[in-house]
C-alpha cells in the first residue's frame, strides 16, 4: 500500500522557519518525483514545490521562490521542505504528494493526510 | 503565470449529470487532472490525463478536454458524490489547480 505521511508542521512567527518532512512507503521511492502542496484554510489547492527522482530537476512555485527548498533523501524514503522567512499567508495544510509522470504532464496519484503550518504573531 | 478558472459551485439531483468546466488558454493542447476531495479528508484523483480513470473509481465518472475547456463528467450523480472538485494542469514544470467548485448533490 502506497503511502506518504508528513510531519513537522506547527505555529511558527512570521519570519522564522520551519522544516515539513514527509516519510514514503510501498512503492520503490527513487523511481518518482515528490510534491509539495498546500491549501489555505477554506481555500482551494496551491502546488507549492516539485522535486525529481534524482533531485535533478526542482522547480518552486513564483509564491515560494528564494524562502522554501525542497530537498529528498532516497536512502530513507524521504522529502523535506525547508521554510524561511514564513509569512502569515503561508498558513496551510502542506499535502506531501507523489507524483506519476506520463506524457508530458504530471498528475498527483498518493497524497498524504497533510500537516498544519501556522504563521501568526 | 497559466491559469484555470471553475465555477465555484454548482448543484445537482441525485441520479442526474453533473458537468463541471475548466477552463484555461489552449487548455485542450494539455492533460488535464481532476481531484475529489471531501471534507477533512486528501484530494483523491479521479480522472487523469483528460479521460482516464484510476483504478477503483466509479464509471460514472468521465473527462474531456478540448479547445479552452475540459470537463469532468458525473453521471447519474449519487449523494457520496458531493464534494470539492479541481482540475489541474501541468505547465512548463510547474503544476497549475483551478480554484475548485463545490458540487452540492440535492
Known amino acids: 500500500e502506497v503511502k506518504v505521511v508528513e510531519s513537522g508542521g506547527g505555529l511558527v512567527r512570521p519570519g522564522r522557519s520551519l522544516r515539513l518532512s514527509c516519510a514514503a512507503s510501498g512503492f520503490t521511492f527513487d523511481d518518482y518525483a515528490m510534491h509539495w502542496v498546500r491549501q489555505a484554510p477554506g481555500k482551494g489547492l496551491e502546488w507549492v514545490s516539485g522535486i525529481s527522482w534524482n533531485s535533478g530537476d526542482i522547480a518552486y512555485a513564483d509564491s515560494v521562490e528564494g524562502r522554501f527548498t525542497i530537498s529528498r533523501d532516497n536512502a530513507r524514503n524521504s522529502l523535506s521542505l525547508q521554510m524561511d522567512s514564513l509569512r502569515v499567508e503561508d498558513t496551510a495544510l502542506y499535502y506531501c504528494a507523489k507524483g506519476y509522470a506520463a506524457a508530458g504532464t504530471v498528475y498527483f496519484d498518493s497524497w498524504g493526510q497533510g500537516t498544519l503550518v501556522t504563521v501568526s504573531s | 503565470s497559466y491559469d484555470l478558472t471553475q465555477p465555484p459551485s454548482m448543484s445537482v439531483s441525485p441520479g442526474q449529470t453533473a458537468s463541471i468546466t475548466c477552463s484555461g488558454d489552449?487548455?485542450?493542447?494539455?492533460?488535464v487532472s481532476w481531484y475529489q476531495q471531501k471534507p477533512g479528508q486528501s484530494p483523491l484523483v479521479v480522472i487523469y490525463?483528460?479521460?482516464r480513470r484510476p483504478s477503483g473509481i466509479p464509471e460514472r465518472f468521465s473527462g474531456s478536454n478540448s479547445g479552452n475547456t475540459a470537463t469532468l463528467t458525473i453521471s447519474g450523480t449519487q449523494p457520496m458524490d458531493e464534494a470539492d472538485y479541481y482540475c489541474q494542469a501541468w505547465d512548463r514544470r510547474t503544476a497549475v489547480f483551478g480554484g475548485g467548485t463545490k458540487l452540492t448533490v440535492l
Open positions: 489552449m487548455l485542450g493542447d494539455k492533460y
Open positions: 490525463q483528460d479521460n
